[in-house]
């Protein structure tokens, strides 16, 4: 994966951005000091809130340290020019810190809220990739994709760096295809709601490819909530696993990944609108190893372990539930 600030001795570190509750103008000052006490990366988010692309120009503003990507950029809800427009504004700002993170949302996102039609989401993200490689590498391009037509477009700003070059695109995968597209096709996979020990499945199915997994990013969020008092952390994290994983291509993850037996009770009484019902139903082991709780010292090992695992960058996303989030991430730093 070539990157400026890839190298392989640095320990990645990771937090979602934007921080919910602080105004977008007041996380210039987070940013710098997210980088100063040992963040080494800030990746953005993309579903009902921010944009995924102005944190990232905010925190590009504020330190020439961090490294920046998008976890994740759908590839349906942007035509192709448009994309590759926005990618490289965000690559001109950060210098060779910015990594792409692409991936398909889910039909909710897609289909439900803007109305695009959620299909062939494999052959649309590879078709997505090929052509940003094409595009972001300075090709004119006119090519019929099979789920995309470009016809003439090339990337017309004059760039004073003169530096345009090919972005790293990491793709966010959960089915054991897209996993493989990931390293084959694209330059790292990104992952969600998995256990630490779900990733040695994944890295399993990662090596069946073939691909030297060395020069690949692999990069999962993770999601936190620094709080000891465990009631609160296991209601909260039932909720979230309730939202999620309800969603078909998240069911089809969890299946895949093994735990039918735990969730198929709360898949069960969903379907029947039990929501309730639903949500009590999920085991506590399967809230504790999906939604990281406990002291912040606690959180970092339990992310810690997801490296020792074969995740590269850990990127935390913070769960802001009457939590000091400024104190949390103080105290949530890479272990040494």
């Not at 020439?64 to 998008?70: N, S």
């Not at 289909?111 to 590498?137: A, C, H, M, R, S």
């Not at 190893?289 to 912040?296: E, M, Q």
Request: a negative charge; charged letters at 25%; hydrophobic letters at 40%.
């Amino acid at each position: 994966m070539t990157n400026d600030t890839d190298n392989g001795d640095i320990q990645r570190w990771g937090i979602t951005v934007p921080l919910e509750g602080i105004d977008l103008k007041d996380q210039v000052e987070i940013y710098k000091e997210l980088a100063e006490i040992g963040y080494t990366d800030i990746w953005s988010a993309e579903a009902d809130g921010a944009d995924a692309f102005v944190p990232l120009a905010l925190a590009a503003i504020a330190s020439p340290d961090l490294r920046l990507g998008t976890a994740v950029v759908p590839v349906y809800t942007r035509g192709p020019a448009l994309l590759a427009m926005q990618v490289d504004t965000i690559s001109e700002l950060a210098k060779g810190r910015f990594v792409l993170g692409l991936g398909t949302s889910s039909n909710v996102i897609v289909q439900k809220w803007n109305d695009i039609e959620f299909k062939e989401p494999y052959q649309k993200t590879k078709d997505t990739v090929q052509f940003l490689k094409e595009v972001l590498g300075g090709q004119k391009v006119r090519n019929q994709y099979k789920t995309f037509k470009v016809d003439g477009f090339k990337l017309g700003r004059q760039r004073a760096d003169n530096q345009r070059g090919e972005v790293p695109i990491a793709v966010a995968a959960l089915r054991p295809s897209m996993q493989k597209l990931s390293v084959v096709h694209g330059d790292g996979i990104i992952m969600n709601w998995l256990s630490s020990t779900d990733v040695l499945k994944v890295m399993d199915n990662l090596n069946t490819t073939g691909v030297d997994l060395s020069t690949k990013e692999i990069i999962a969020r993770i999601f936190v909530f620094p709080t000891t008092d465990e009631k609160l952390a296991r209601d909260v994290g039932r909720y979230l696993i309730g939202a999620y994983l309800n969603v078909p291509v998240y069911r089809k993850f969890h299946e895949w990944l093994g735990r039918s037996d735990e969730l198929q009770t709360m898949w069960d009484l969903w379907e029947a609108s039990d929501r309730q019902g639903a949500l009590a139903a999920i085991p506590d082991e399967t809230v504790d190893s999906l939604v990281l709780h406990g002291s912040p010292e606690e959180c970092a090992l339990k992310i810690d372990k997801y490296v020792q695992n074969g995740i590269k960058t850990p990127v935390i996303a913070l769960i802001p539930v009457g939590i000091d989030q400024m104190d949390c991430l103080r105290r949530m730093v890479k272990p040494s």
